[in-house]
Each structure stands twice: as C-alpha cells, then as structure tokens.
C-alpha cells in the first residue's frame, strides 16, 4: 500500500512538472537600439447593397515600413520611430481605378478617389514616433508633421480621426493587451474586444477568441503559435459623423473567420500574423428621413511581417 501511495505521489508530482514546464508567458521586449522592417499587406472587398442598388469596392495594399528603436531615457521612456519606405495601393469603386505607387506618387488617373492622393503623398512624408513608458505601455505618440493640413476639407473630414493622438494610443495599446498577462497552457483560451476606427466616424467593435495553439518551428527559429476567431462584430457611427446617413439598426455577424500570431519568445514581440475575416448582414441607413433597407457583404485580409 506504502509503494502504491508513493507511486502515485510520484505520479503527480511528474504531471505537475510536466504542467508547469508547458506554460508559456508572452513577454514583450523592446530590443533598444535595433533596425527593423514591417510588411504589412491587406485586401478588402465589399458588396453593399442599398436599397436594391449594389456598390462594389475593392483595394489591395502593400506597406513596408521601417523601424528604428532608441535607446532609454533616464526615466525610462523608450522612442521608437517608423517612417514609410513604399507604399503600392489599388483601390477600385463602381469600376473606376485609382492607384498610388510611393515610386511615382504624382502619377494621377481620371478615378474619382483621386482626392486621395495628398493624404498618401503625406503619409509617406511623415515619421511617426511612438514613446513607451517603463513598463512598455504607449504613453505617447508623435507625428513630425500634421498630415491633415494639405488634404481638402472632404478628405480631411473623413480620415481625421483616425489621427487623433489619443485614439492612436489607445489603439496601441490594445494590440500590446493581445496577449494574456498570466501564463498560459497549450489550448487555453482567452477574448478580447477591440475598436475599428475605419474613418468617417464609422467604428466596428470586434469580439475576438485567442487560444494557443503550442510551439512550432519555422524557418529554424521556435515560435509560439496562436489562432483566432472573431467572435461578434458591431458596426456603428459616432456622432459627428461627415457621413450624410445614420444607421438605425445593425446585425452583422462573421461569416466565416480565422487568423494565427507567431510570437518570438526570443525577441519578445509577434513576427507574423495573419488574419481573414467575411462579414455579412443587414442594416439600416437613414437618409434625409428615408429608412434604406441594407445589406453587407465585405471581406478583410491582412498580413504583417516583422523582419530583422
């Protein structure tokens, strides 16, 4: 009986190292003084539908950005600048075309979405950097010039708060919440809400699960692999909106979901993640006191890419 206890007290003392040697914690580091670049790509198409009329829309996106970290301050403060190196979008609306190559950013088309042109030249004018405290929380960011400030009253008022300062650092913010504080086990799960500002004053609050899927090795490095699913969306629009409508009533739902995170326990910080996302439902856009029934059909890809 002696033998029998002591096996099975050895039994779980096993299991319990063994529960604990599988944990994981996500651990951001910030390397100072490091180069780095960013690719970031993205594909959107939606098919809205108002009031039997059909508006088709797509854009294709590929951004490299390249990072450059300081060093610390005396208080702790760590600055990390990045600045745009090129920049290729292709957008289209209702069959007309634009395009704009950071290559030849003067080269113009006959597309109505040419009144874009003076906020992509501006972006990839403008260096932004990012200050994080001791604890490698945002606490401010910084831009070297007001990209508002050339763009025409109608453009202006429809990006313009996706460049308020505080609503860029909340945003950061977020993405540094992604990962649990706690330790985590291979399949543990954890949620997270978060707020799309997509211009205009329309914001899409998204409902997200993560689960951890465990370690894996890519290209001859270990990362740590995570999945998602997006859970609920909600679409809504702030007040003050540019948008000549306002919607009455929202059921949008995802369609169809997925995304992974490999995150670098090594560097601290997410070197690849992907994310796919097909949103469908019905709205209603009040015009002028007109109810126009609504239907949504869009679908989200995104890639970003960390290379050292």
């Known amino acids: ?48 539908t108002i009031a039997g009329m059909e508006i088709d829309t797509s854009s294709d996106s590929k951004i490299n950005v390249k990072v ?18 090129s920049m290729l979008i292709s957008s289209k609306v209702m069959g007309s075309e634009y395009v704009f190559d950071s290559s030849n950013p003067d080269k113009v088309s006959g597309s109505t979405l040419e009144m874009m042109r003076p906020l992509h030249k501006a972006l990839c004018r403008r260096t932004t950097t990012t200050v994080y405290d001791k604890e490698n929380k945002v606490s401010q ?51 997270r809400t978060t707020k799309l500002n997509l211009g205009a004053g329309q914001v899409m609050t998204v409902a997200t699960r993560y ?60 070197v690849l993640s992907n994310s796919s996302i097909k949103i469908v439902g019905d709205m209603t856009f009040v015009i002028n006191g007109q109810e126009l029934p609504t239907k949504l059909d869009l679908k989200m890809e995104n890639e970003v890419e960390t290379k050292q």
């Open 141 to 191: 960011v910084e831009d070297d010039q007001d990209v508002l400030n050339d763009l025409p009253d109608e453009v202006r008022k429809l990006v313009q708060g996706q460049f308020d300062a505080e609503t860029t650092k909340k945003k950061a913010n977020e993405e540094l919440e992604k990962f649990p504080t706690d330790p985590v086990n291979k399949g543990d799960t954890w949620e």
């Open 1 to 48: 009986m002696l033998l029998r206890r002591t096996f099975l007290a050895l039994s779980l003392f096993g299991l319990m190292l063994s529960t604990a040697s599988a944990q994981v914690k996500f651990e951001r580091k910030i390397q100072e003084g490091s180069t780095h670049a960013t690719d970031v790509t993205s594909r959107t198409e939606q098919k809205l």
């Open 68 to 85: 450059v970290v300081g060093k610390r301050d005396d208080a702790g403060n760590l600055r990390v600048q990045e600045k745009i190196t």
């Open 211 to 270: 689960t951890y899927e465990g370690e894996i090795e890519k290209d001859g490095r270990k990362l740590e692999k995570i999945t998602s699913k997006v859970l609920t969306v909600d679409f809504a629009l702030e007040p003050g909106s540019p948008l000549p409508f306002t919607v009455k009533e929202s059921a949008l739902k995802p369609a169809e979901t997925k995304g992974e995170l490999l995150f670098d326990r090594k560097l601290g910080q997410t």
